[in-house]
């Protein structure tokens, strides 16, 4: 089966959505599919801000990458691109003869993937990943009118594909009160088990003495944005540092609030409590994860969180928010805790229990990485491999 992927999120970009589709064409790839991504061009400095050299992702045989001319666009990550649309896409494309073509996002890729399916008559897919809400109660569009007329636009654009999917079912909720009405499923994001898993008691030990971190470990990966309340997570460690000896927050990944979070935990005299390691090499990730004893993410904007996914794959319970997708993957009281958005005093009291019973902690972690195998790259991917034969053939019935 030939797809043609189309997103104005890909590699460089430090994004779950990013790595979600890799992961994703990795596997297609090796169930022999063909995937041609069609994605933003990003500059040297792009590539710099993730310290990655400049040069093409090579994802798997199979699998090319064109990359469409794009635009700076405002995001967290100072990485943001969104392709300026010429319409034309779908001549180059007509060349492949896919026969599924797969939209991620509704900006300038999207609409190119809309085009590209109308005039050469194959089905589309869509994939949302926007908890389009959360976004615009940060971004600089306040007007309430503007707000609505985004909400229905995307519920218009995703209603122009043949089945649309969601990493979470809050999403494809929000879509249908704003007029969405298409076939639509949730599947999971890939998890990557090859490389991340739990580590023995030693190897912790000493992955805390490399990384330079203390006895117990508080981990945060991702973007350092707004949305994704990392201030909490810093208050919460202040008000631990008399209570657990040898605490410590470690923080990787890179955004627009950075300066304001260490700043903050200059004000809170817990400087020397807290890590910041920017955004570290794919090496070094994992290792991280598993030097680590808890997971904290007290984000309001997850339609999954990949990070917190890998926790649990590492055996390290997460410490969530109730809210979206990290609430419908966390399972209270079986693979990790959720707290009320906001209430970083619960999640104090929350990493406190968990420091006080170790058995506890182990017991949610073994929960984790049970829960995660089901989202393992490998059956993630058949899923896909099933839908996509699924709407081809009720798409080919359809024409008939």
Known sequence: MKIAVFSDNFYPELSGISDSLVEQARELSHLGHEIDFFVPRYGKKDF?????????????EGITVKRLFALPFPAPTKQGRMIVPT??????????????????????AGLEALVASFFLRR??????????????????????FLQKFALRFVSWYYNRCDFVTAPSQGILDEMKKNGFYKPSRVISNPIDLDNFFPAGIDEKIQLKKKFGLDSFVILYTGRLAQEKH?????R????????????????????????SLRTLTKELGIGEKVRFFGTVSTEDHSLIYRAADIFAIMSTAETQSLSMMKAMATGIPPIGTRARGLAEYIHD?????????????????????LYEHPEERRRLGKGGTAFVKQFSREKIGKEWENLYTKVLDQFNQTKK
């Open 230 to 234: 990392v201030d909490d997570i810093i």
């Open 48 to 60: 710099a801000i993730s310290h990655l050299p400049y040069e093409e992702i090579h994802i798997s």
């Open 123 to 144: 089905p589309l897919i869509g994939t949302s990943h926007t908890p389009l809400t959360e976004f615009l109660r940060y971004g600089p569009i306040q007007a309430k």
């Open 333 to 353: 009281d079986e693979n990790g805790s959720l707290v009320e958005p906001g209430d970083y005093k619960a999640l104090a009291d929350m990493i406190l229990f």
């Open 236 to 259: 919460a460690i202040a008000i631990l540092k008399e209570k657990i000896p040898g605490l410590c927050l470690a923080i990787t990944g890179h955004g627009d609030a950075e300066d």
């Open 87 to 108: 319409f034309l896409r779908w001549i180059h494309l007509s060349k492949k003869h896919p026969d599924i073509i797969h939209t991620h996002l509704f900006f300038g």
